[in-house]
């Protein structure tokens, strides 16, 4: 299967690495600075293999090598533009969080999507965690019972190093703040598991050390659900002096279960009131992982890989990118307006947050 890469920055490597693992044919490489594509190759020794082409312009590329699958992972503010153009051709994607800035953008993809018969992965890698799938078994099979609440904590660093690598970090237009970019993957886990289906949102956000930023790094949110349970979301990017956990908490009427790790990657609570064999295995799972991004882009690509072979959705598909966008967006808007979110939530950008903190 023909595979192109869209844009060569931070999370790049973990593309290039799944689409390696997958056994993909690497076409082309595309970013507008020469370098980044140059550097990405030479961190998997490819430098010098000339069947893979090198672009500055995406549509140039779509049109002279027609790959069947790419991953968009250039600036967040430019993912929505690219996918649709993506889609116009015909390529199948996977797209970087968050799939979009606004919902306008997200539905315009789902929608343009359906018309083309393209397939459409959210790069929501996290559910494809060890302890998150066994987590996700035990919601599935009724373990937990009546759900009460649940909790998603990210606790990280990002100091002024990081935002100096790229100057759209931190911007509204092209970035948003830290539930935006770092949270995301939490948020969609909690909505995910609690039953994705959501009353009204009620968020604050600050900026409180950030101020060389446009965007929020911190932000708390309550979030009804339409099956009755509560949850609760924090994230922020103010934890001195490096990361400390992401960390997702399910409460059942039978059942209690902590995913910790610094990115929901080990179980640190597994208690079922039926409890069997099997579940002596997962009291302190933990996977190892080289990063923080953990191990599910290589999952996520085979998956999308068999959704295109199999002309079937696949397993993280565009509207699980929309959910886990609008509770972010839900909760920019709740600080802006200062009262509860009800959802659905429409025609909302980051960039309607636009002086929020100046």
């Excluded at 790229?166 to 948020?187: E, P, V």
């Excluded at 190892?288 to 696949?314: C, E, M, W």
């Excluded at 509860?340 to 100046?358: I, N, W, Y």
Aim: proline residues 2%.
């Amino acid at each position: 299967m023909k595979y192109a890469l869209i844009g060569c920055g931070r999370i790049a490597v973990n593309h290039m690495k799944a689409a390696i693992n997958n056994k993909l044919k690497i076409v082309a490489v595309c970013d507008v600075i020469p370098e980044k594509m140059e550097e990405l190759l030479a961190k998997f020794d490819l430098q010098n293999n000339t069947t893979i082409k090198k672009y500055t312009d995406y549509k140039e590329m779509l049109d002279a090598e027609q790959p069947e699958l790419a991953s968009i992972a250039t600036e967040s503010g430019n993912h929505a533009s690219i996918a649709l153009d993506c889609i116009e051709k015909g390529t199948n994607i996977i797209i970087e969080k968050p799939m979009a800035m606004s919902i306008e953008d997200a539905d315009r993809i789902i929608n343009l999507a359906e018309v083309k018969n393209v397939k459409v992965s959210a790069c929501h890698q996290n559910r494809f965690n060890i302890a998150i799938q066994e987590l996700r078994k035990a919601i599935e099979s009724g373990r937990f019972g009546k759900l009460s609440h649940g909790s998603i904590h990210v606790r990280w660093n990002r100091n002024h190093g990081y935002y100096d690598q790229a100057s759209w970090r931190g911007t509204w237009a092209q970035d948003g703040g830290a539930l935006m970019n770092q949270c995301i993957h939490g948020i969609d886990l909690l909505r995910w598991m609690m039953g994705d289906e959501i009353e009204e949102i009620y968020g604050a956000t600050r900026q409180q050390f950030h101020d060389y930023l446009e965007a929020e790094d911190v932000g708390m949110a309550v979030v009804k659900f339409k099956n009755g349970a509560i949850g609760t979301i924090e994230g922020t990017t103010n934890v001195y002096p490096k990361n400390l956990e992401e960390t997702l908490y399910i409460f059942g009427e039978n059942g209690t279960v902590k995913i910790g790790g610094t990115s929901t990657n080990n179980i640190d609570v597994w208690d079922f009131a039926d409890e069997t064999e099997a579940d002596k295995a997962n009291k302190g799972l933990e996977e190892q992982t080289s990063n923080v991004y953990g191990n599910g882009h290589t999952s996520l690509f085979a998956d999308v890989i068999d959704a295109i072979k199999n002309d079937r959705k696949p397993y993280v598909d565009a509207v699980a990118g929309r959910n886990a966008l609008e509770v972010v967006l839900s909760i920019y808007k709740s600080q802006r307006d200062g009262v509860a979110v009800k959802l659905p939530l429409k025609d909302f950008s980051s960039t309607d947050m636009k002086g929020e903190f100046r």
